[in-house]
């Protein structure tokens, strides 16, 4: 009732006429049903509504609830301290169709790093001069692709790559991706992409004799960047290959100061409000001029931590240090991390998603993941505390893979098969990379938005 008065009090008159036909638009339109309950309340709604022992076979699956009140908060978030500077989200981060028309409802670009990518964008009305095709090297036909559809803002960062934009898409707008110091960030790109200073001047000279139009420089500092300087570092250098550019006759309009940004508001990290009052203040010095364009290439930013994914425990092992006749797993990581302490029982527990599914943010983004209770014998706890014992534990995926493991050192009260864990923050290269290994299915995501703004920003949008 509380939200429901907040969401009248704010649109009273649209909410009144509005509310059910935003459901009936997104139906209409193929996109799922959207709530206005918590994170909380959306979690505790479709677990209490599982009869574990009689349900069809998985429907108890692992679900993922997307709060799109979140993403809608990150945007405003953004405007505030960083108004200059035009998102262009990169879809690879994320392809949720439900994050996707809220950000197209919002405004923002799109980074696009393939021809599916490209097409999934163009395919929701998006105008093409709202993606950048940000991937320095490109197959040959996805170029075609690129052209035949108008998209004309892409980057380049070696000399093949301008012959074959030459020979496919002349009237390209190029844009020279350059080489940064990505040694503070959690993913380096550095090593893949980019071209260096020594090495700019050549590729400027080449796409000058080959009749192509270069506008502007991109740079990427490395995805989650911890330290704000790097920024700073890599605005030096773009502002150097600018003046470079003059010389050989360029008149630039673009900077693209690429992603790595925190999305995180804990004051232990660095948060998105420390490298926006760096990177803000150093755009206005070495870029004051109003023709210049400036954008970036958020992802994790608005998509990590808006979903969160919970797990049904489907199995468990116990495991005794005193009984030498209980089976321990070969692997020396186990013995040492879960059977380490007293002797007391370690568990091993068997949830039914893992790394090759949402989790397999550990193995290609170097994420560490941490499992809460949700429910625990049948009690719902999301956001609790329990007074009872921790033990340690591992905690495996569902397949038969022995590397398909969440966590080798988690500590946790007992847990039986039916409880319930949960994890935050899983919005990030997670359900983008899932797989269907050993036939397990991606998992159903469950829509609501915890600002009711939200639902009128999309009814706008489907009319």
Not at 254 to 276: M, P
Not at 334 to 339: C, G, P, R, T
Request: a negative charge.
């Amino acid at each position: 009732m509380k939200r429901q008065a907040e969401i009248d009090q704010i649109h009273p008159k649209l909410f009144a006429t509005k509310r059910n036909k935003v459901v009936d638009s997104v139906k209409k339109n193929d996109l799922p049903r959207i709530s206005m309950l918590s994170v909380e309340e959306a979690l505790k709604s479709h677990v209490l509504s599982l009869d574990i022992d009689n349900c069809e076979a998985e429907s108890d699956n692992a679900f993922i609830v997307a709060d799109l009140g979140e993403i809608y908060r990150q945007h405003l978030r953004w405007q505030t301290h960083l108004p200059r500077i035009k998102p262009f989200y990169a879809v690879k981060c994320n392809t949720d169709p439900m994050l996707l028309k809220l950000l197209i409802s919002l405004g923002t670009g799109f980074d696009c790093a393939s021809k599916t990518e490209i097409q999934t964008i163009l395919d929701m009305g998006v105008d093409p001069s709202n993606i950048i095709y940000s991937n320095p090297c490109k197959q040959e036909s996805f170029i075609r692709f690129a052209a035949e559809h108008d998209v004309k803002m892409m980057t380049f960062d070696n000399a093949d790559e301008l012959y074959k934009i030459k020979r496919f898409f002349p009237n390209a707008q190029l844009v020279i991706r350059i080489l940064t110091d990505d040694s503070k960030a959690i993913v380096k790109l550095s090593a893949k992409f980019g071209a260096s200073l020594n090495n700019t001047g050549f590729l400027l000279q080449t796409a000058r004799e080959l009749g192509l139009n270069v506008i502007g420089v991109s740079f990427h500092v490395g995805s989650g960047c911890y330290d704000e300087n790097a920024y700073v570092d890599a605005i030096n250098r773009a502002r150097f290959v600018f003046d470079q550019a003059a010389e050989f006759g360029f008149n630039f309009h673009l900077l693209n100061v690429g992603g790595g940004f925190s999305y995180s508001r804990k004051s232990d990290v660095i948060t998105f409000e420390k490298i926006a009052s760096v990177l803000g203040p150093a755009i206005d010095k070495y870029f004051s001029s109003d023709n210049i364009c400036v954008i970036a290439e958020p992802g994790r930013y608005y998509a990590a931590s808006a979903f969160t994914v919970a797990t049904h425990i489907i199995a468990r092992r116990i495991i005794h240090r005193d009984l030498d006749n209980e089976h321990v797993p070969s692997m020396d990581v186990i013995q040492n991390e879960v059977l380490a302490g007293d002797a007391h029982p370690a568990f091993m527990y068997y949830i039914n998603d893992g790394l090759y599914g949402t989790f397999n943010c550990i193995l290609f983004d170097h994420q560490i993941v941490t499992p809460k209770i949700l429910m625990k014998g049948g009690k719902f706890l999301f956001g609790e505390t329990l007074d009872e014992p921790k033990y340690n534990c591992f905690i495996w995926g569902p397949t038969c893979d022995s590397i398909d493991y969440i966590t080798k050192n988690g500590r946790l009260p007992e847990l039986l098969p039916g409880d319930w864990l949960y994890f935050e923050e899983m919005g990030a290269y997670t359900i983008s990379a899932a797989t269907k290994f050993n036939g397990f299915k991606r998992n159903k995501v469950i829509y609501t938005t915890t600002d009711p703004h939200v639902l009128a920003i999309l009814y706008d949008a489907l009319h």
